[in-house]
């Protein structure tokens, strides 16, 4: 089964930027939409960015502008540049398929938007 170890968080002041990376155990894209989701102090997880088979992508109005969703197909690993981060990004972020039942989570990373 496919497992996903997410990468590149930190602690960075307002306005700073970020990229995550989402490895994955085995190739999956060509079967499924991916999508970055994230979990922030008594919040539920939320999907933020996904990127679709085909490579369209969409994102949640709070990031909208601010995000940017991609893939490496080639190695197997998926990208979230966060730009402009805001306090309220705050969260462990998570990457997953996008599919009924969310495959095992990886462990995510925390990012932490704070002056």
């Known amino acids: 089964q496919v497992q996903f170890v997410e990468s590149g968080g930190g602690l960075v002041q307002p306005g700073g930027s970020l990229r995550l990376s989402c490895a994955l155990s085995?190739?999956?894209?060509?079967?499924?939409?991916m999508g970055w989701y994230r979990e922030g102090p008594g919040k539920q997880r939320e999907i933020v960015a996904w990127?679709?088979?085909?490579?369209?992508?969409n994102y949640a109005d709070s990031v909208k502008g601010r995000f940017t969703i991609s893939r490496d197909s080639a190695k197997n690993t998926m990208f979230l540049q966060m730009d402009s981060l805001k306090p309220e990004d705050t969260a462990v972020y998570y990457c997953?398929?996008?599919?009924?039942?969310?495959?095992?989570w990886g462990r995510g990373t925390q990012v932490t938007v704070s002056s």
């Open positions: 085995t190739s999956i894209f060509s079967r499924y939409g």
């Open positions: 997953n398929a996008i599919r009924g039942t969310p495959f095992p």
């Open positions: 990127i679709l088979r085909d490579g369209a992508t």
